[in-house]
């Protein structure tokens, strides 16, 4: 059964730092796509940034530059590395994986196949 949980979240200032981390129970015998999405209140839920089988990471705009995710395989763990952090990134942060990996990109909540339950991220001005 796949589970992954999300930690890190919390409380940072504008132009401050935060590093998300999710712990994933996963198939050994699958490779999965990883990403991140957020969800603002009152918005609908957002592709953050991926990572793939090839370890081909992508991002939203809204990001680029700014967040880095990576993964750990012997962990089992996906990062989000966030700087200069933003008001407007505050929300609730998901981790989300998809199997299969048919080598595009994925950026819509519905091509993921599972999720985490989300950590809060507040960014305050």
């Known amino acids: 059964q796949v589970q992954l949980v999300e930690s890190g979240g919390g409380l940072v200032q504008t132009g401050g730092s935060l590093r998300l981390s999710c712990a994933a129970s996963?198939?050994?015998?699958?490779?999965?796509?990883m990403a991140w999405f957020r969800q603002a209140p009152g918005k609908e839920r957002q592709f953050v940034a991926a990572?793939?089988?090839?370890?081909?990471?992508y991002y939203a705009d809204s990001v680029k530059g700014r967040f880095t995710i990576s993964r750990d395989n012997a962990k089992s763990t996906v990062y989000l590395q966030m700087t200069m952090l933003k008001f407007e990134d505050t929300a609730v942060y998901y981790c989300?994986?998809?199997?299969?990996?048919?080598?595009?990109?994925?950026?819509?909540?519905?091509?993921?196949?599972?999720w985490g339950q989300g950590t809060q991220v507040t960014v305050s001005s």
């Open positions: 996963l198939r050994t015998d699958r490779t999965y796509v």
């Open positions: 989300a994986a998809r199997w299969p990996d048919s080598g595009r990109y994925y950026y819509s909540v519905a091509e993921y196949n599972y």
């Open positions: 990572n793939s089988r090839s370890d081909v990471t």
